[in-house]
T-cell receptor
Framework: NAGVTQTPKFQVLKTGQSMTLQCAQDMNHEYMSWYRQDPGMGLRLIHYSVGAGITDQGEVPNGYNVSRSTTEDFPLRLLSAAPSQTSVYFC?????????????FGEGSRLTVL | GQQLNQSPQSMFIQEGEDVSMNCTSSSIFNTWLWYKQEPGEGPVLLIALYKAGELTSNGRLTAQFGITRKDSFLNISASIPSDVGIYFCAGTGGSNYKLTFGKGTLLTVNP
């Protein structure tokens, strides 16, 4: 199994451009989430979803949109990129919720906004 | 939001030495987890703790869920070069769907 797959792995944007980071999992996990990782800041939760059609905000949701139309996919959209969104983004999934569920991470997507 | 204070920020040790790192919080957590991240990869779960006072081992790794539910530690015994990486503590508090991460401990092991 592929596990959690993120694309693209690297992306450079100009300020104001929009883009979508793709995330797909083939483990039939109900729970999916997006984190960003910045030096010295650890991982911070952006948005999460507990099932198809259900999404909610995490710790740092501003500037990002998500949707969950299928169990497998959870794309993260940047509508108007800003330099402050330069980061490494990780998608993660789990069976259901987090209590008792191991979080599986993708390999990350490195985004640079100029 | 909830915050986790993880220490130390970095460690430089010799192969064979034991390592200890910890995480504290001002609020109660319901679960504590420890992850390891290697360069260019996503974090991987090492140990999960679900009950106050719980002590769990995974090979050379041992972690404990503090009795106050506000702290946890991770010990690595007899370190080896492949232990190099960033170790994160994480936990769930008020919401079982929001995992809060510490800022990480960068471990370097000199052969």
């Amino acid at each position: 199994n592929a596990g959690v797959t993120q694309t693209p792995k690297f992306q450079v944007l100009k300020t104001g451009q929009s883009m979508t980071l793709q995330c797909a999992q083939d483990m039939n996990h109900e729970y999916m989430s997006w984190y960003r990782q910045d030096p010295g800041m650890g991982l911070r939760l952006i948005h999460y979803s507990v099932g198809a059609g259900i999404t909610d905000q995490g710790e740092v949701p501003n500037g990002y949109n998500v949707s969950r139309s299928t169990t497998e996919d959870f794309p993260l959209r940047l509508l108007s990129a800003a330099p402050s969104q330069t980061s490494v983004y990780f998608c993660a999934s789990s069976w259901t919720g987090l209590t008792g569920g191991e979080l599986f991470f993708g390999e990350g997507s490195r985004l640079t906004v100029l | 939001g909830q915050q986790l204070n993880q220490s130390p920020q970095s460690m430089f040790i010799q192969e064979g030495e034991d390592v200890s790192m910890n995480c504290t919080s001002s609020s109660i957590f319901n679960t504590w987890l420890w992850y390891k991240q290697e360069p260019g990869e996503g974090p991987v779960l090492l140990i999960a703790l679900y009950k106050a006072g719980e002590l769990t081992s995974n090979g050379r790794l041992t972690a404990q869920f503090g009795i106050t539910r506000k702290d946890s530690f991770l010990n690595i015994s007899a370190s080896i070069p492949s232990d190099v990486g960033i170790y994160f503590c994480a936990g769930t508090g008020g919401s079982n769907y929001k995992l809060t991460f510490g800022k990480g401990t960068l471990l370097t092991v000199n052969p």
